[in-house]
């Protein structure tokens, strides 16, 4: 999540405004950020995109079983297998592909490590050529050469990110999943949500299958425009953007659940 500093020169740039550029810009606010700085935003992109398939697959089983005119009891059985089903897949997904990362990202490390203590001038050559292409030259680069190999740490940082294009990140696997699997099954009901007041509610279920398009269509925008935390698009943009693919996944379940309806 990006800290208000970045935030506050985002606004100034947009508005072009060299003042509130300045502001953001001071000793004391680049120092503060620094100070304060910390992923708190790490796990948004699990919640938002656990979210988003959670509702979009969710939805197209509704609408397939809907489209092929099934009874809501069919609805909620196989909308609910999907949703418990799917969701813990994507968890287990979710944390092992975050494990896998790190382990690399852990190798890495320890390989460059490695390196620097077996191959230290080889390694300080990597340097070398990694500034020479950003621009440095003599007695400058020189310098800059042996700074960030006067200290292991930076030294190792320094091959990661610039070598390697490799950052450490401090998410942990079982979050990343339980974050995943929490998204996925509170988005993934809002579907069946109509379906299961119709359960419980008489004559609620004559409308059951457009009030989950609505409750639907208002999710997929709303996370939809989540997003705009991980990928700092406009929010209208992107909640548009997911409305629209979810509703072309509806769409094509529909139409598949309608033509093959006399099947079943």
């Known amino acids: 999540m990006m800290s ?18 300045k502001d953001a810009h001071t000793k004391s606010a680049i120092h503060e950020n620094l100070d304060k700085h910390e992923n708190k935003g790490k796990y948004v992109g699990d919640l938002v995109y656990g979210a988003l398939d959670g509702i979009v697959t969710t939805f197209a089983v509704v609408s397939g079983v809907e489209g092929a005119k099934l009874s809501s009891s069919v609805v909620l059985v196989m909308g609910l297998a999907n949703l418990f089903a799917d969701g813990v897949s994507m968890a287990f997904g979710n944390y092992l592909s975050t494990k896998s990362e790190i382990e690399y990202i852990k190798r890495e490390k320890e390989r460059e490590k490695w390196e620097i203590e077996h191959l230290p001038e080889g390694e300080r050559e990597e340097i070398r050529q990694i500034y020479i292409r950003k621009g440095f030259t003599g007695k400058i680069l020189e310098n800059v050469v042996s700074i960030i190999t006067s200290d292991k740490d930076v030294w190792v940082d320094t091959m990661m990110s610039e070598e390697l294009g490799l950052n450490a990140d401090d998410k942990t696997p079982v979050k990343s999943g339980l ?47 989540m997003r705009t935390k991980v990928t700092g698009i406009k929010w209208y943009r992107a909640g548009f953007e997911m409305f629209i693919v979810g509703g072309l996944a509806a769409s094509i379940a529909y139409i598949i659940g309608f033509a093959l309806r006399g099947l079943v």
């Open 4 to 21: 208000k500093r970045i935030k506050k020169a985002q606004v100034a740039f947009k508005k072009n405004d060299i003042n509130l550029a």
């Open 179 to 225: 974050a995943t699997l929490f998204a996925f099954l509170v988005a993934g009901f809002i579907p069946l949500v109509s379906f299961v007041l119709a359960t419980l509610i008489p004559g609620f279920g004559y409308n059951k299958f457009a009030i989950s398009v609505i409750l639907t269509g208002i999710t997929l925008f709303t996370v939809g425009a």
